[in-house]
T-cell receptor, first 120, second 114 residues
Framework: GAVVSQHPSRVICKSGTSVKIECRSLDFQATTMFWYRQFPKQSLMLMATSNEGSKATYEQGVEKDKFLINHASLTLSTLTVTSAHPEDSSFYIC????????????????FGPGTRLTVT | AQSVTQLDSHVSVSEGTPVLLRCNYSSSYSPSLFWYVQHPNKGLQLLLKYTSAATLVKGINGFEAEFKKSETSFHLTKPSAHMSDAAEYFCVVNYGGSQGNLIFGKGTKLSVKP
């Protein structure tokens, strides 16, 4: 099946610094990728939808200037947390849609293993 | 508003006994429905999905789910729990749209006692 990777799996950074998280589709081209945030013992919350070659679409309440998303190629999307604060500590998960298996429809998303961000 | 409700935040079963994780959705038409499993500090793995074909869907690891439109339910079951089934389970709904955004239930934590 389709595989999505994330790097790094775990990162600790100091308050005020920026952190970049990569999401890659390893064996398919993903025109659309999604970024989620998961707080402890809670469900996933969609942060933004990343489209290759265009600006990301952010969900209401998500600061686009703080969470920079770049989808420069069909296999890579990056999320940069700028000027990180302790409240940004969370588990960030990306997913990618494989139009090859879903026929261009909205159904099949493949999830990365997640990135644990801790801001001290 | 479109939503998905997982009725139990925590389910505890003994190894070898049946598992039932409940999920209800709100919809005026049939959405696509998924069950995902998440082990601690891991990403999500797709267990099974319903996309308007057979109402009884078989997934991996012995799990299955039945789509019941009259009850707007998509409960997840397994005849016999294994210790390795202990994890967080998410019922997820896709109501369509150009981006195909998923709506996640709040999750059910499954504990399996020896």
């Amino acid at each position: 099946g389709a595989v999505v990777s994330q790097h790094p799996s775990r990162v600790i950074c100091k308050s005020g610094t920026s952190v970049k998280i990569e999401c890659r589709s390893l064996d398919f081209q993903a025109t659309t990728m999604f970024w989620y945030r998961q707080f402890p013992k809670q469900s996933l919350m969609l942060m933004a939808t990343s489209n290759e070659g265009s600006k990301a679409t952010y969900e209401q309440g998500v600061e686009k200037d703080k969470f920079l998303i770049n989808h420069a190629s069909l296999t890579l999307s990056t999320l940069t947390v700028t000027s990180a604060h302790p409240e940004d500590s969370s588990f960030y998960i990306c997913s990618a849609r494989d139009p090859g298996t879903s026929g261009g429809g909205p159904d099949e998303q493949y999830f990365g293993p997640g990135t644990r961000l801790t801001v001290t | 508003a479109q939503s998905v409700t997982q009725l139990d935040s925590h389910v505890s079963v003994s190894e070898g006994t049946p598992v039932l994780l409940r999920c209800n959705y709100s919809s005026s038409y049939s959405p696509s429905l998924f069950w995902y499993v998440q082990h601690p500090n891991k990403g999500l793995q797709l267990l099974l999905k319903y996309t308007s074909a057979a109402t009884l869907v078989k997934g991996i690891n012995g799990f299955e789910a039945e789509f019941k439109k009259s009850e707007t339910s998509f409960h997840l079951t397994k005849p016999s729990a294994h210790m390795s089934d202990a994890a967080e389970y998410f019922c997820v709904v896709n109501y369509g749209g150009s981006q195909g955004n998923l709506i996640f239930g709040k999750g059910t934590k499954l504990s399996v006692k020896p």
